[in-house]
């Protein structure tokens, strides 16, 4: 199978196909309202995607109720598929999570996540990710990421 290629569209098509939320959160580095978010109470099964590029970045599977008002994941669905930088923004010192092709902002990660899958708390904006849920996965083209919720109770 051949490698998926994901890539960032230029700032002015962008701007054409992303809602204003959604270009001030992955190109300007902003922050969408918590509790007032597409996703930040989503229960459905399937995989997150960059909004702008379609690489895969989250699962369901690794999704938690944290409490914050934005979705939270333990873990990447692919660490290949992320960047993670140093952000001194706001007078805070924090690790910043971008996707790696699309380079879009998602969030950020923090010390506060469950500590049986360690510790980590991935806390991301809704308006970067656009969901797949499981039955449209292969439609959607990805199909490879069916397997993972064929392990559990969800099934396809």
């Known amino acids: 199978m051949d490698k998926k290629v994901y890539t960032k569209k230029s700032r002015e098509e962008l701007k054409k196909v992303l809602t204003q939320v959604q270009f001030e959160v992955t190109q300007e ?85 469950p500590l049986n899958t360690g510790g980590l708390r991935y806390c991301i904006n809704s308006a970067a990710l656009k969901f797949i849920p499981v039955k449209k996965l292969e439609a959607e083209g990805y199909g490879e990421y069916i397997e993972l919720f064929n392990k559990g109770d969800v099934q396809c």
């Open 29 to 113: 580095n902003g922050t969408e309202k918590s509790f007032e978010n597409e996703f930040w109470n989503n229960k459905e099964s399937g995989i997150y995607v960059d909004i702008n590029s379609g690489e895969p970045l989250f699962t369901s599977l690794d999704k938690f109720d944290s409490g914050c008002g934005w979705p939270s994941f333990t873990k990447p669905l692919d660490d290949q598929n992320v960047s993670e930088n140093k952000d001194t923004t706001h007078g805070m010192q924090r690790t910043e999570v971008r996707s790696k092709y699309g380079d879009s902002h998602l969030g950020h990660i923090f010390n506060d996540g």
